[in-house]
């Protein structure tokens, strides 16, 4: 059992693997799909069950975790994409889909993220619930403002209260009921995580495809561009988050990646292709910079350590 472990191939490259089975495989993107939604819950479910409930709460008393990297998120990145973006001349369609996308809240798999690399999963849960209970009110006002988009706050609010809400009472009765056992097989819940994350990434890239095949130039286009974006969020939240690197790294994490599916589902039949195009080139860099991030932390803590 151990020997297969190690045949097993760690988590940041596990993502990847299931971005590119999702492009290798459509039939099985298109399979998973409608997986989507529990994968989420899980993701959500698993982080709470394997987060400190007493550091939960001394992290949310840090401006950092309910001012700065909420405000940062859900104010400061989507107004200054927006702005960057009509300075550069991008087409309209464009400049409506990177906007969209950087106002949606931080991804729901970012603490599974952080944990998975070995980071501090408490700040990024809690900055991503504080972003969330934002998010019925910046995105519709952001959405409208750079893309003339009548969101319906309340249906954002709904969805996330369920999600949300949900997730947490079920952990906290979980918790409850079962604490001793669910530290006892907290490497199972790790495990749960990990496959509800590498589910979300295959069924992230159904339809992708075909429209790389179809759309090549707009592809490149939204895969470059959703690459830059999300490498300058990330490190704009690195150099904005005091703290040694896992923390700016985790800051980071936080700031780049976006639960653009939140945002998808809530605009509905007014998604234009290129939207759904740019939403879906979004998905690339979240499942791939986890490992680029893994190699600097091991660099760096390999550097620390030799005279």
Request: net charge positive; hydrophobic share 60%; proline share 7%.
């Amino acid at each position: 059992m151990a020997r297969f472990a190690r045949l097993v191939p760690r988590g940041p490259t596990l993502l990847i693997i299931g971005v590119l089975a999702g492009l290798a495989f459509p039939a099985l993107a298109d399979g998973v799909r409608p997986l989507m939604a529990a994968a989420i819950f899980v993701l959500v479910l698993g982080t709470f069950l394997q987060v400190d409930g007493a550091a939960f709460r001394r992290a949310l008393r840090r401006p950092l975790v309910w001012l700065l990297l909420p405000a940062l998120a859900m104010l400061v990145c989507p107004l200054a994409a927006g702005f960057a973006a009509r300075g550069a001349g991008f087409r309209p369609e464009l400049i409506v889909a990177l906007v969209l996308s950087v106002c949606a809240p931080p991804s729901s798999g970012t603490a599974a993220v952080a944990r998975m690399l070995g980071f501090d999963a408490t700040i990024p849960l809690a900055v991503t619930l504080l972003s969330m209970a934002l998010a019925p009110v910046t995105v519709p006002l952001i959405a409208a403002g750079f893309a003339g988009l009548a969101l319906d706050p309340l249906a954002l609010a709904t969805r996330l209260a369920l999600l949300v809400g949900g997730a947490g009472a079920l952990a906290l009765l979980l918790r409850r009921q079962a604490a001793a056992q669910l530290v006892r097989h907290s490497r199972i819940i790790d495990a749960v995580v990990l496959g509800s994350l590498l589910l979300f990434a295959i069924a992230a890239m159904a339809g992708v495809r075909a429209q790389i095949e179809t759309q090549p130039s707009d592809a490149a286009t939204c895969v470059g561009l959703a690459f830059a974006c999300n490498l300058a969020l990330q490190a704009l939240g690195a150099l904005l988050t005091p703290g040694n690197l896992a923390a700016r790294l985790t800051g980071g994490l936080v700031v780049g990646n976006r639960n653009v599916g939140l945002v998808w589902s809530a605009m509905g039949a007014a998604v234009s292709p290129m939207t759904a195009l740019f939403f879906a080139a979004t998905q690339f860099p979240i499942y791939m910079t986890p490992r680029l991030i893994e190699l600097l932390v091991r660099r760096a803590r390999k550097e620390k350590s030799s005279p």
